[in-house]
C-alpha cells in the first residue's frame, strides 16, 4: 500500500509541476529579452480558462476530432505513471516500462497528427507530415539512449535503472553517457517541438509544426493538447535528470526523505529547463529541410554512447 501511495505522489507531482515549468522557461526568455514575463501560475490560468470556453469542431470533422485529444491527454498520463521521481515505486511497473514508455509517446504523436489531418485544413495536413517526419527520426535516437543505460544498469525497468544510476553517483558516470545527454537534449528538443525544430511562439502557418496541427482546436480539447504537451516536456526533462545528475533518488520512504527529494527533484527539472532557454534565445528555428541532419547527429551521438559502452 506504501508504494502504491509513493507513486501516486510522484504522478501527481510530474503532472502538477509541469504547467510551471513550461511557464519557467518561457520566464527566464522573457528576463534575457529585458522583459517582465508572465507571472510563474500564468500556465495554470491559460488551462483553467480554456476549460471553461466552448468548442468549436469544424463540420468537416470526423470522430477523430472528438477523440484524438482524449487520446492524446490519456496517452501522456499513462506515460507518466511510469516515471519515477524521487523513489522507484510507480505506479505502473514492469521489466521493460521503458520501452513501453516510448511507445506510449509514439502513441500519442500518431493521434496529434490524425487530429492535425482530420481538420480539412491545408496548415493541419502540413504539421501532421512534418511532425511525424521529427517523430520518425528521433525514435531510433531515443531508442539507442534506452539500450545504452539498460545495459549499463542490466535493466529495462525505469525504476532500477534510475535507482542505479543514482548508486553508482556522479562519479561513476562513464564517458559514453556525454554523448547519450547531448543526444536526448536533441531528441528532447525535437519530440516537444521546440527551438531549432520548431517555435512555440510563431504565429507564422507556413513555419509551424506542433502548432499547426491544433491550430483549429478551441475549448477543452485545446487545454488537453496544451497540458499534455507540458507533461511530455516535464516526462522529457525528468529522465534527463534523474539519468544524468543522479540525487534525490531515495530507498527510504519515510516523510523526510519524501519531503528532501520533492525539493530536489523539483530544483534539478528547474537547472534542466534554463539550458532549453537559453538554447532558444540563442538561436533561431531552422529550415525544415535541416532537421534530418541534427537528428542525423543526435543519432551517430548515441550510437557512438553505445558503442563506447561496450568496448
Not at 496517452?75 to 511507445?103: E, H, Q, R
Not at 547531448?182 to 531549432?196: C, G, K, Q, W
Not at 480539447?221 to 534523474?242: C, G, M, Q, V
Request: net charge neutral.
Amino acid at each position: 500500500m506504501e508504494n502504491i501511495v509513493i507513486g501516486l505522489l510522484q504522478f501527481v507531482i510530474l503532472v502538477a509541476i509541469s504547467p510551471f515549468i513550461k511557464t519557467f522557461i518561457h520566464k527566464i526568455k522573457c528576463i534575457l529579452r529585458g522583459q517582465k514575463g508572465p507571472p510563474l501560475t500564468q500556465a495554470y490560468k491559460d488551462i483553467y480558462r480554456l476549460f471553461k470556453k466552448e468548442v468549436v469542431i469544424s463540420k468537416d470533422a470526423s470522430f477523430i476530432s472528438r477523440m484524438a485529444p482524449y487520446v492524446v491527454f490519456v496517452s501522456t498520463l499513462w506515460a507518466a505513471t511510469f516515471l519515477p521521481v524521487i523513489n522507484k515505486y510507480t505506479l505502473l511497473n514492469f521489466t521493460g516500462d521503458i520501452i513501453a514508455l516510448a511507445y506510449i509517446l509514439a502513441l500519442g504523436v500518431f493521434f496529434i497528427a490524425l487530429y492535425g489531418m482530420d481538420q480539412a485544413s491545408a496548415f493541419g495536413g502540413l504539421g501532421s507530415s512534418r511532425e511525424i517526419t521529427i517523430a520518425a527520426l528521433s525514435e531510433a535516437s531515443f531508442m539507442l539512449i534506452i539500450f545504452t543505460f539498460a545495459l549499463q544498469t542490466g535493466s529495462t525497468n525505469i525504476g532500477e535503472i534510475f535507482e542505479k544510476v543514482h548508486q553508482f553517483g556522479i562519479s561513476h558516470v562513464p564517458v559514453s553517457v556525454a554523448f547519450a545527454l547531448i543526444s536526448l537534449l536533441i531528441v528532447s528538443l525535437a519530440e516537444n517541438a521546440r527551438i531549432p525544430f520548431d517555435n512555440p511562439e510563431t504565429h507564422l502557418e507556413l513555419t509551424m509544426v506542433h502548432e499547426a496541427m491544433i491550430l483549429e482546436a478551441s475549448g477543452r480539447h485545446l487545454a488537453l493538447f496544451e497540458l499534455s504537451s507540458y507533461i511530455k516536456l516535464t516526462i522529457f526533462l525528468t529522465l534527463a535528470s534523474n539519468l544524468f545528475f543522479p540525487v534525490g533518488f531515495y530507498k527510504e520512504t519515510s516523510i523526510l526523505f519524501v519531503i528532501l527529494g520533492v525539493v530536489i527533484y523539483i530544483l534539478k527539472m528547474l537547472l534542466f529547463a534554463v539550458p532549453i532557454a537559453l538554447i532558444e534565445m540563442s538561436m533561431a528555428k531552422f529550415r525544415f529541410f535541416r532537421v534530418p541532419e541534427i537528428l542525423t547527429l543526435a543519432f551517430i551521438l548515441s550510437l557512438i554512447s553505445l558503442i563506447i559502452y561496450n568496448t
